[in-house]
């Protein structure tokens, strides 16, 4: 028999690759890290001795979901000022909060306050954009957990940079620092076509194509976006992004609310990858991405909660649902998004579009172990006549039990492992405090 490090018994094994396939009463093998083996679970026990066994009598093993978009750190503004106009929320809230408030500490408790819900809700990878992510990348490794942070562009001073050149430097030096490392990745993070002019983009774009590395950025998110690129350059953002070399397989484009036919062909031949945050779109009513078209396109579409001051969560279990139910309403058709389909937006495709699609994504030996089991036997989703079905459908974050980043349990029965629950609380109610005291809508009941 050969030695390993965890055998993991199921009640259903879900790759996600290849599609449709539900393997039933089998186990996964796992060694310094890695998927070693997905088999049945008779040849499991005679094949290999594990150090440690787990058993998962009624619940799906599925691929460790991935956040393909978010702010990690905005999880300290939650709920701030709910129920407003998109640029009333931000210019008169956000940004002020933002400006007053942004600092490496802000950053620091944000990001173990979000990759703590992430984790609880079976999320094992995130692609984030915001400031300091230098400090959101220590945490993340501190915690285990898989990131993509994102090296921030934009024409104006913040506390974290004075200008383009400033922030293309430090991001430069991120990505030095962790080019080797297994957990931390880095992508461009250009905020969108209206914050970020044609110098630094093309300064931009010639760096990602010398080191390689994505480029991910807000475009096309709603229809006053559209108006202002047109006012002020003559042409609709995705075709001046075109015009900057900007459209290839290293873009990835987030939300894409506002597109017209030959855009979505365009798109298709360049390439391009599209994440969609269905829930901060109905949301802040930026309008919705027309995903099965997308999909019929050949654009393969990824799943993003967003951030939290816009969604209110990190949850991608209800990314899915509403993904689902609101592509099959935009595409007036029953049969669009079904559950496989959205499974492996929020798993494989968002590895793809963080260009993490051979090391994570799917239940594929060689990938790392980046696992999530979901209870499928509890009231709420039984009985279970399509495992995959339920997981989309009827079943929620609550039910997560466990999580592995690399093979390393960072959720063991309900309970964090590498993060100290109390303590983060603590720290978020430090800045509930401080916030509400200075926003003019930070006290209403």
């Not at 066994?53 to 905005?74: D, K, S």
């Not at 901060?280 to 909660?305: D, H, M, W, Y």
């Amino acid at each position: 028999m050969q030695a390993i490090d965890t055998l993991i018994k199921a009640r259903w094994i879900i790759p996600v690759e290849p599609d449709h396939r539900v393997l039933e009463e089998h186990a996964l093998a796992i060694d310094e890290g890695r998927i070693l083996d997905v088999l049945p679970a008779g040849t499991a026990s005679e094949r290999y001795r594990a150090e440690t066994r787990i058993e998962l009598p009624q619940h799906a093993l599925i691929p460790g979901l991935v956040n393909a978009h978010t702010h990690a750190a905005m999880s300290l503004l939650r709920g701030l000022a709910d129920d407003l106009p998109l640029m009333t929320w931000l210019n008169e809230h956000i940004w002020p909060a933002e400006q007053r408030w942004i600092n490496e500490e802000f950053i620091h408790d944000g990001s173990q306050l979000a990759i703590a819900e992430m984790l609880r809700g079976g999320i094992t990878c995130f692609n984030d954009m915001y400031f300091f992510p230098e400090v959101t990348a220590r945490v993340a490794a501190a915690a285990g957990m898989r990131t993509c942070v994102g090296l921030i562009l934009i024409d104006f001073p913040t506390a974290y940079a004075a200008g383009p050149d400033d922030y293309l430097d430090k991001g430069l030096v991120l990505h030095d620092e962790y080019r080797n490392d297994p957990l931390i990745h880095t992508a461009f993070a250009p905020h969108a076509p209206y914050t970020v002019s044609d110098g630094p983009l093309q300064r931009l774009r010639v760096l990602a194509d010398e080191l390689d590395i994505p480029i991910h950025m807000h475009v096309h998110e709603t229809r006053d976006e559209v108006h202002q690129s047109l006012q002020q350059h003559g042409r609709r953002p995705l075709q001046r992004l075109d015009d900057l070399g900007l459209l290839s397989p290293a873009l990835t484009a987030v939300h894409m609310t506002q597109l017209q036919d030959e855009e979505i062909e365009h798109a298709a031949a360049t390439g391009i990858r599209v994440v969609h945050c269905p829930e901060s779109n109905l949301k802040l009513a930026s309008g919705f991405c027309p995903v099965q078209r997308l999909l019929e396109a050949g654009i393969e579409v990824a799943l993003g909660t967003d951030g939290a001051a816009s969604n209110n969560d990190l949850d991608l279990f209800g990314e899915m649902r509403s993904a689902a139910l609101l592509g099959k309403a935009v595409a007036a058709d029953a049969s669009a998004l079904p559950a496989h389909q959205v499974l492996r937006m929020a798993t494989l495709n968002g590895a793809r579009a963080l260009g993490l699609g051979e090391e994570t994504g799917s239940l594929r030996p060689g990938k790392w172990a980046d696992l999530c089991a979901v209870d499928l036997g509890r009231l709420e989703t039984s009985p279970c006549y399509h495992p995959v079905s339920q997981l989309v459908y009827a079943s929620g974050r609550h039910q997560v039990s466990d999580v592995w980043v690399g093979g390393r349990h960072l959720l063991k029965e309900g309970r964090l492992t590498s993060l100290d629950e109390t303590s983060i609380r603590d720290r978020a109610l430090h800045w509930q405090t401080r916030i509400a005291a200075t926003d003019p809508d930070g006290s209403r009941p």
